[in-house]
C-alpha cells in the first residue's frame, strides 16, 4: 500500500540549532499536510502544501514540496523550547479521503 | 465552539470487555475519522464517515465498529477487548475529505487493555 516514510525519528539539538525533519512518499501526492503533536496532546494542523515545488514559511518553520509532491520538509530555524513536539507529515492521494500518516519526528531540547 | 470532544479521557479494559468511545463535534463537519496512536507511532486510521449513514473502514478496522446516526457523533465500538488494541485514541472531523480541509483532533481516549 501507499507509505510516507518520515526521518529522522528522533532529533536532539540544543536550543539555538536548526532542526528538520523529511518526507517521502512511494506515490505522488495531490497535497501533504503538517502537524504538530505536543506531549501528551493532540496533533494540531501546521500547513498545507498544495503545488510542486512550493515553499511556505511559518516565521522560524520553513515548509517544502518538492518538484515530483513525493517528498516534503519542515525546517526550523533556531529552535526554542516552545518547539519540542512531534512533527507528522500526512500525504493525500487524489480521489481518496485518507490521509497517509508519517511515522513523525520527535524534536527534544537537550538540556 | 467546543470543536471535537471526546470522552471518557482514560480508561482501562480487561481482556474481552467492551466498550464505545464517544466523539462529538459542533463545526458541522462532513467528515469524521478515528485513528489509533500507538507509542512512538504515527496514526493509523480506524475508519471514517463521509456524512451521517455512510462509514467506511480505514486501514487497521478489525475489532471495531462505528455508526454515524447524526452529523455531530461518531462513535467508535470495541468489541472482545485486546490487549494489541491499547492505543491512544483520537477522533477528529474534516469539513469534507478534499485536498483542501484540515483535519481538527479531539484531545483523545487513552485505552488500557490488560
Known amino acids: 500500500g501507499q507509505q510516507v516514510m518520515q526521518i529522522p525519528q528522533y532529533q536532539h539539538v540544543q536550543e539555538g540549532e536548526d532542526f528538520t525533519t523529511y518526507c517521502n512518499s512511494s506515490?505522488?501526492?495531490?497535497?501533504i499536510q503538517w502537524y504538530k503533536q505536543r506531549p501528551g496532546g493532540h496533533p494540531v494542523f501546521l500547513i498545507q502544501?498544495?503545488?510542486s515545488g512550493e515553499v511556505k514559511k511559518q516565521k522560524r518553520l520553513t515548509f517544502q514540496f518538492g518538484e515530483a509532491k513525493k517528498n516534503s520538509s519542515l525546517h526550523i530555524t533556531a529552535t526554542q523550547t516552545t518547539d519540542v513536539g512531534t512533527y507528522f507529515c500526512?500525504?493525500?492521494?487524489?480521489?481518496?479521503?485518507?490521509?497517509?500518516w508519517g511515522a513523525g519526528t520527535k524534536l527534544i531540547i537537550k538540556p | 465552539n467546543a470543536g471535537v470532544t471526546q470522552t471518557p479521557k482514560f480508561r482501562i479494559l480487561k481482556i474481552g470487555q467492551s466498550m464505545t468511545l464517544q466523539c462529538t463535534q459542533d463545526m458541522n463537519h462532513n467528515y469524521m475519522y478515528w485513528y489509533r496512536q500507538d507509542p512512538g507511532m504515527g496514526l493509523k486510521l480506524i475508519y471514517y464517515s463521509v456524512g451521517a449513514g455512510i462509514t467506511d473502514k480505514g486501514e487497521v478496522p478489525n475489532g471495531y465498529n462505528v455508526s454515524r446516526s447524526t452529523t455531530e457523533d461518531f462513535p467508535l465500538r470495541l468489541e472482545l477487548a485486546a490487549p494489541s488494541q491499547t492505543s491512544v485514541y483520537f477522533c477528529?472531523?474534516?469539513?469534507?475529505?478534499?485536498?483542501?480541509?484540515?483535519?481538527?483532533f479531539g484531545p483523545g481516549t487513552r485505552l488500557t487493555v490488560t
Open positions: 477528529a472531523s474534516s469539513p469534507s475529505g478534499s485536498s483542501w480541509d484540515e483535519q481538527y
Open positions: 506515490t505522488t501526492l495531490s497535497n
Open positions: 502544501l498544495v503545488k
Open positions: 500526512a500525504g493525500q492521494i487524489w480521489s481518496n479521503y485518507q490521509l497517509i
